[in-house]
């Protein structure tokens, strides 16, 4: 694999960053116009985004007609152009014109219990609406501790981490250090956030229902569980389109708390797709959350036979 020039990466990271700086002084109806405009364009030219989204759809919504997964799929790049848009605004716009932005809260309570029993809580956050405004929201209630990644624009690393800590947000590395501080923020009573609808690495996960279909899913949920009692919730930022967003805190399904790591797992699915049903536009399709079936199907290691998943 080709090394990233550094002096590019340094350059694209003062592009991104700038582009950022400006779109956080938008406001939100101009956002909303310009992802209606940028969607449209990705479905139109970004054929990886929009043949996976295709794919995607076409397998957890088989009774839709073709032209509403059609019109489904252009309607999800819309909202996944209108989450990279809103970055600005979820990083670095004042903190209360962003609290502002948070018109909704439901469920508030689920975590509050937890809390008054002395328990963790483990927030499960998928890929839907605007992650970032739920990390901020939480991590500005309440003590919350998450997994990081650093961007592939290595120059971008700090401006990132500034963004998602500034109101108080504790970022661990994906790593056995980073679930031992998951583990410790959870014995703590603290909030803990998990992106469950990542595919992990082989040995990772197991393969568990999603939609009706099989997809490799992390077993770290019901280690943490297991070590910790702690209580589980899903949660997502809903965009209201042009107004603001709604925070939704869900009830888990009770298979997240099986020991058995494949009940589990389902369980976890299940909350993934009860956010889905929020607004199913919203969630991020573009995103190969079926790619190691058809590793284990064709029985190759990688991917490289798959132009497009």
């Known amino acids: ?36 405009l940028t969607g449209p364009l990705v479905h139109a030219f970004s054929r990886r985004e929009r043949q996976v989204t295709e794919i995607n759809l076409a397998q957890v919504y088989p009774e839709l007609a073709d032209k509403d997964r059609r019109r489904l799929a252009r ?5 996944s152009a209108a989450t990279m848009l809103e970055l600005g605004l979820a990083w670095m716009a004042p903190p209360k014109r962003v609290e502002a932005s948070i018109l909704e809260v439901h469920g508030r309570e689920l975590l509050d219990a937890a809390r008054t029993e002395g328990r963790g809580v483990i927030v499960l956050a998928p890929h839907f609406g605007n992650w970032e405004v739920l990390n901020f ?3 500005g209630h309440f003590p919350f501790t998450a997994m990081y990644e650093p961007p592939k624009i290595a120059p971008l690393d700090p401006v990132i981490r ?5 109101m108080g ?19 703590r009573s603290e909030a803990v956030g998990i992106l469950p609808d990542q595919e992990p690495s082989w040995g990772s996960g197991v393969f568990a229902p999603f939609f009706g279909r099989l997809a490799y899913t992390a077993t770290l949920l019901p280690k943490l569980v297991a070590r910790t009692e702690a209580r589980v919730v899903t949660g997502v930022a809903r965009r209201l389109p042009g107004r603001g967003f709604a925070i939704h805190f869900l009830a888990a399904d009770e298979r997240v708390y099986s020991t058995d790591e494949g009940e589990s797992a389902s369980g976890v699915n299940a909350c993934v797709e009860a956010a889905i049903a929020l607004d199913p536009a919203q969630y991020q399709w573009e995103y190969k959350r079926y790619r190691k079936v058809i590793q284990q199907q064709e029985g190759r290691p990688d991917y490289r036979r798959y132009r497009i998943y």
Do not use: F
């Open 1 to 36: 694999m080709a090394r990233r020039d550094p002096r590019l990466a340094v350059l694209q990271a003062r592009v991104i960053t700038a582009l950022w700086g400006v779109l956080a002084n938008r406001r939100l109806p101009t956002l909303w116009r310009l992802a209606r």
């Open 75 to 79: 309607a999800s790049l819309t909202h």
């Open 137 to 139: 929201w939480l991590s």
């Open 162 to 166: 500034q963004g998602r800590e500034r």
């Open 169 to 187: 947000a504790r970022l661990v590395p994906t790593n056995p250090r980073g679930v031992a501080a998951l583990l410790k923020a959870l014995k």
